[in-house]
T-cell receptor, first 110, second 115 residues
Framework: QKEVEQNSGPLSVPEGAIASLNCTYS??????FFWYRQYSGKSPELIMS????GDKEDGRFTAQLNKASQYVSLLIRDSQPSDSATYLC??????????FGDGTTLTVKP | GAVVSQHPSRVICKSGTSVKIECRSL??????MFWYRQFPKKSLMLMAT?????????EQGVEKDKFLINHASLTLSTLTVTSAHPEDSSFYIC???????????FGQGTRLTVV
């Protein structure tokens, strides 16, 4: 079992829809959770961080964390073609160990 | 967000030569820096983790004598690919973070082509 699992996709949604990206992790002492977006040929860029259970909203993005279920998700509202990218989930333990998922490829169709 | 600068963005070198890639944190002190390698349409592969002032910790299967990592200051880490061969051609990306549980920020990446 991978330490951080994401559906590889591709996930395809129409423009204006909500895109839902999911991530599960195995290490219960994980403390920090991050979502990165990576466009083809570019390096990842941080879009959301979440540290406590519940929802965290930033513009069109909402991160959701459920530590009991070891699950973190990213919702993108009003999806735009420019959101088409690979989304990486990253999990950091309290010892500082950082693990990335393999990423979910999102395509937003006009 | 914080800025991590990586140079060069592209480099072409001849087989057998060495290439140095620099990674700098511009507006924060990076106690930890990470080096990744990524092939087209593949996931990030962690090569090594370096903490300022100490030797890098390499992931299994990564040759430490081939990929030399130096983290001499809180704002600079370098990766030197020694005796490069065509199979070393890849996208190399660094990231840096200030504290253990905080976010890491990525450099722009370096596309290395060995001919």
């Amino acid at each position: 079992q991978k330490e951080v699992e994401q559906n590889s996709g591709p996930l395809s949604v129409p423009e204006g829809a909500i895109a839902s990206l999911n991530c599960t992790y195995s290490d219960r002492v994980s403390q920090s959770f991050f979502w990165y977006r990576q466009y083809s040929g570019k390096s990842p860029e941080l879009i959301m961080s979440i540290y406590s259970n519940g929802d965290k909203e930033d513009g069109r993005f909402t991160a959701q964390l459920n530590k009991a279920s070891q699950y973190v998700s990213l919702l993108i509202r009003d999806s735009q073609p420019s959101d088409s990218a690979t989304y990486l989930c990253a999990v950091v333990t309290n010892a500082g160990k950082s693990t990335f998922g393999d990423g979910t490829t999102l395509t937003v169709k006009p | 967000g914080a800025v991590v600068s990586q140079h060069p963005s592209r480099v072409i070198c001849k087989s057998g030569t060495s290439v140095k890639i620099e990674c700098r944190s511009l507006d924060f002190q990076a106690t930890t820096m990470f080096w990744y390698r990524q092939f087209p349409k593949k996931s990030l592969m962690l090569m090594a983790t370096s903490n300022e002032g100490s030797k890098a910790t390499y992931e299994q299967g990564v040759e430490k004598d081939k990929f030399l990592i130096n983290h001499a200051s809180l704002t600079l880490s370098t990766l030197t690919v020694t005796s490069a061969h065509p199979e070393d051609s890849s996208f190399y990306i660094c990231s840096a973070r200030e504290r253990p549980i905080t976010e890491a920020f990525f450099g722009q990446g370096t596309r290395l082509t060995v001919v």
